[in-house]
């Protein structure tokens, strides 16, 4: 029993123990998202290999001529067994093209790999952020839980010397319930973290001082932008795709050689043959494959432009709103919290002195409650905001 019990506590220290965060940012690697696209460009090289090729060349075996009653192949100089060999040949650069084309999209989707991996970094800070902001949540209402209860005792012994009322009580009471299931709420959205974090990384717990936020505010010279260089090869894909179909116009030749074995009856021995075949382009497959590949190409341009506009966009929003909610958390913390603050000291003193009512007091409690809240969320907006514009400029996110 002792051995099982020391098994199971080494275990459940083992999966309780705390990752630290680069540990956390290295488990990124393994997520199965990452793995997927992966195993894609693995399959893009091997296709590479596969359309490249002109083919195996072709073995032919046939009996020829042999006389109907009697199948015997020493009646006429005509019968005999060919042995031939066929390969197709291509005149132009055409499969080569293709080749390449594939393993541009196999490159494109190692990008996209380490994109992903940029994108769940991202999503761990943020992550990481909301952790924090309930944490610090949870502070303000715990705080304000103990100051409510003091401030319940006030009122009980102000109600025994007839300054307050039972209404009043009753209502610090509520508003103290109210703070509670603040608090239940909150526990249960770190749980909602904690589930988060064991998707991305396989733990709920990360060890909080390992967290490098000053990654956050610092601005790094060092940028891939992996969604931009996935485009490029795409694009070049498709460049390489309709240089193909231009040269498809001109076909494949299949080249055959045989040697027909024979009995040798007119004394002229074995026959050799040699021929060349190629498609007549008549059908309308040739112009039909150019036209879907200059149009395909044209999409991927547009899709790549779209994105360069898009992303100058994007980062001009998230600049200008990082300077505004930053501007808005200066005055928060300069003035907003420091007046509220001010306010509920004074309105508390004036309740214990009997001169304030428990409508004021609740009043100056909840403005002071909502200003600190408000002060975290407007901070976690913040972070988060310069962690999407980080990923957006594709500067690194790794610590």
Known sequence: MKVI??????????????????EAINALSEHDSIKEIGHKA??????????????????MVAAKNFPEDSLNRDQTPMTGIEIGISQKISLTTKYSNIKKSFNSLAKASAHDADDRKKRLSSTL??????????REELKILKENSAWITKILKVSKRLYSTGKSSQQAILEIQIRKSEIETDISNQSYELREVDDQLIYLVGSKKIDATTIPWSVIDTVSKKRSDYRKMSLKEKLKAKDLDLSASKLNYIPDLTVSLGLTKRSNIDGNGDFVSASVSFPLPFSSEKY?????????????????????????????????????????LKILKEKTVKYAKNSRAITSKSYGLGDSTYIELLQ?????????IQKIMLKAEKDMSKVALKYILGEPLNG
Do not use: C
């Open 5 to 22: 019990a020391l098994v199971l506590f080494f275990s459940f220290s083992l999966h309780s123990k705390a990752m630290s965060f680069v």
């Open 42 to 59: 693995k399959s893009y090289e091997a296709q590479a290999s596969l359309k490249g090729s002109w083919g195996d060349p072709k073995l």
């Open 125 to 134: 800070w943020n992550t990481l952020i909301i952790q924090r902001k309930v």
């Open 288 to 328: 039909s494959k150019h036209g879907a590949a200059v149009q395909e190409k044209y999409s991927m341009e547009r899709k790549y432009q779209n994105f360069e506009k898009a992303k100058l966009r994007d980062i001009s929003v998230y600049k200008n709103k990082i300077k505004k909610l930053e501007s808005e």
């Open 364 to 372: 100056s409690e909840l403005k002071l409650q909502k200003i600190l």
